[in-house]
């Protein structure tokens, strides 16, 4: 790991302002996140040569699947639409949204889905992969629950979905099927607009975003051992307060249940930012998106400080509004990366970033401060890129079109795969 100085970390801060009033969709990006491969996740994969990675982005062009591009050398299949049967006769939900993948023991892996229904007909599905790639089961894994937006992966294997309401809560459930443990809430996680959430497999505390225009950026530190229902019920959920340098001090939440305020008017003085939304780790950090201002964050928990990662916000300080429109249409005809939303990261440390409409692209985020698009979903105009996931060994990537192109919440949603092609 690389050890900066106060000094130096600002110097490279300023560094990536400079870049970003010159080109506003070029990155300014803090490099320590890709210095040290200890503790990464998938290691072996490193020198894989089906990785999906920045090597594979080039031009886009149209593949075999209707209005998704992919660069040349990547090819594409539909795997599942909404509505319609999959498996077992198991039919695919509506508004497929987060996602991740859970490795299995014989080499296989299991996509697991949520669906953004409202009105309790929300829940999450799963995918079952043989270790070929073939499907060989699908099947419900939570019901009865709404909104289901994103969530995240435990590390001991289970699936935290988080519903996204003014009272929703996370269900924490497991991808395997018919598992009489779970589905569980877990109310102390906090009752509001959640997006996803993120676990630091070293401590275990709990990170999550805040889907609202002053939602609060949270952990919450564990209150007994991971598997057990001390975990959480003693457990304690913080809201970050954001100081001038980058630091954070972290909050006790008083109530997370909200039952007489919303936990935003709780805690007035916490930092409040424009629609968390996706997040992950990845060696150490934490990355999590903000939909509204264009911008990524990583947030360092050794160091306790937060940076802004990438930066797409742009300079919209021009008084003409004409003079503004024509502006913003010049630097945006190749934009790459607005409307941030759900992210992962492959096993080489970068960043990819779905898009919450804008031009609907799934983006990449290099080491020297760039933003390309890896797939583009023409002709969805009314949905949002979501889900993004690879596959154990990286050589698979599984994302969806939460709508489609038919803008139906209840059966437009398609579910992808990307591959290198044979």
């Not at 594979?56 to 909404?82: H, M, N, T, Y």
């Not at 002053?214 to 304690?236: C, I, M, S």
């Not at 940076?307 to 429109?325: A, T």
């Amino acid at each position: 790991m690389i050890n900066k100085t106060r000094r130096d970390f600002l110097k490279d801060f300023m560094n990536g302002a400079l870049t970003l009033s010159v080109a506003p969709y070029i990155i300014g990006v803090n490099k320590e996140a890709f210095a040290s491969p200890l503790n990464a996740f998938n290691k072996h994969n490193f020198f894989n040569p089906d990785l999906i990675g920045w090597n594979d982005i080039g031009p886009l062009v149209k593949s075999s699947v209707d209005g998704v591009l992919v660069p040349e050398g990547l090819e594409c299949r539909l795997i599942a639409k909404s509505g319609e049967k999959l498996f077992n006769n198991h039919v695919w939900h509506g508004s497929p949204d987060g996602a991740s993948i859970f490795p299995l023991k014989d080499n296989g892996w299991i996509y697991v889905s949520n669906s953004e229904l409202g009105n309790f007909k929300g829940g999450a599905g799963a995918i079952k992969f043989n270790k070929d790639g073939d499907i060989e089961d699908s099947y419900s894994i939570l019901k009865d629950s709404s909104r289901n937006c994103s969530g995240g992966v435990t590390p001991w294997g289970t699936w935290l979905s988080c519903e996204e309401h003014d009272t929703g809560i996370v269900w924490e459930t497991s991808p395997i099927k018919n598992d009489s443990r779970f589905p569980k809430k877990r109310k102390m996680l906090g009752a509001f607009r959640h997006e996803g959430a993120a676990v630091d497999p070293y401590s275990n505390y709990i990170y999550m975003t805040h889907d609202d225009m002053e939602g609060l950026f949270y952990r919450f530190v564990p209150g007994g051992k991971v598997e057990t229902e001390k975990f959480y019920e003693n457990g304690e959920l913080q809201a970050a307060k954001v100081n001038k340098d980058g630091s954070i001090l972290w909050i006790k939440v008083p109530d997370p249940l909200a039952r007489d305020k919303s936990l935003i008017e709780q805690l007035p003085e916490a930092t409040g930012f424009e629609r968390g939304e996706g997040i992950a780790y990845f060696n150490g950090k934490v990355f999590f998106t903000t939909t509204n201002d264009h911008r990524v964050w990583l947030y360092d928990p050794l160091r306790n400080n937060l940076s802004i990662f990438y930066d797409g916000k742009g300079h919209l300080g021009v008084s003409n509004p004409v003079k503004w429109l024509k502006s913003w249409s010049d630097e945006n005809k190749d934009k790459s990366l607005r409307s941030p939303d759900q992210i992962t990261v492959n096993s080489n440390g970068y960043p990819l970033v779905a898009e919450d409409g804008d031009n609907m692209e799934l983006c990449f985020l290099d080491k020297n401060g760039f933003a390309k698009p890896l797939v583009r979903l023409d002709g969805h105009w009314l949905s949002e890129v979501t889900g993004p996931a690879f596959s154990p060994d990286g050589t698979r990537l599984y994302f969806s079109s939460q709508r489609g192109q038919s803008g139906s919440r209840s059966t437009g949603g398609m579910t992808f795969e990307i591959r290198k092609a044979i």
